[in-house]
């Protein structure tokens, strides 16, 4: 790839990254929203945001995916839950002892 095009594709995902997250920003901080639906919102331009990063930042398409890619994000994944899963965890334990 040239450099040319990298600087393009990361140019594009940074503007989608902005346009997903700034809106979002904006409905939070203004409370627009009803907290469900904000969640929901929220919820998916998060999701969105990581299809965004997987494509322009860290390079990762869906079409002809290498085995190592698909291992990287598998391991990520399970981190990530182990992470948030023992966070949760510790925090709920902490709750019972007060």
């Known amino acids: 790839m040239s450099v040319k095009k990298e600087r393009r594709s990361y140019l594009i995902g940074y503007v989608l ?8 920003l904006g409905l ?12 929901w919102v929220a ?8 299809a965004v990063h997987f494509r322009f930042f860290l390079h ?3 079409k002809g995916q290498t085995r190592e890619d698909l291992h990287l994000i598998l391991f990520t994944t399970l981190i990530l839950a182990l992470m948030g899963g023992g966070t949760i965890w510790i925090m709920a334990d902490l709750a019972a002892r007060m």
């Open 17 to 24: 990254a902005l346009i997903l997250t700034l809106p979002v």
């Open 28 to 39: 939070t901080a203004s409370g627009a929203l009803p907290r469900g639906t904000l969640l």
């Open 43 to 50: 919820g998916v331009a998060a999701v969105v945001q990581i």
């Open 60 to 62: 990762i398409r869906l």
